[in-house]
């Protein structure tokens, strides 16, 4: 599976971006898609992530309450909203599939597919 994330770029402090996420193949099947993000000289951080074919999303504390994972069945992309941006959500943000059980979403270990990464920058 190829992932391609997309939507990153430059927004002020308290803005919006969407990010999208999507598989070469067309489908993510039953798989999860977990968004994490890397800053400079930081190790992967998990954001959120879901199971494709329904069920439970989770998100990391630092990002509850603002940002949030949706996916678009007809365009087979799952999106991440987000919104009240802050300078400490610069990072690359990337995509990731994993096939393993809920207990083993926030570990970027349990990802086997990632994409390229997007890169999101919020400053004035």
């Known amino acids: 599976v190829q992932l391609q994330a997309s939507g990153g770029g430059l927004v002020q402090p308290g803005g919006s971006l969407r990010l999208s996420c999507a598989a070469s193949?067309?489908?993510?099947?039953?798989?999860?898609i977990g968004w994490f993000r890397q800053a400079p000289g930081k190790e992967h951080e998990f954001v959120g992530a879901t199971r494709w074919s329904g069920g439970s999303t989770i998100y990391a504390d630092s990002v509850k309450g603002r940002f949030t994972i949706s996916k678009d069945r007809a365009k087979n992309t799952v999106d991440l909203q987000m919104n009240s941006l802050k300078p400490e959500d610069t990072a690359v943000y990337y995509c990731?599939?994993?096939?393993?059980?809920?207990?083993?979403?926030?570990?970027?270990?349990?990802?086997?597919?990632w994409g390229q990464g997007t890169l999101v920058t919020v400053s004035s």
């Open positions: 990731a599939t994993s096939r393993g059980p809920l207990s083993t979403w926030r570990r970027a270990t349990s990802y086997d597919y």
């Open positions: 193949d067309g489908s993510f099947s039953n798989r999860v």
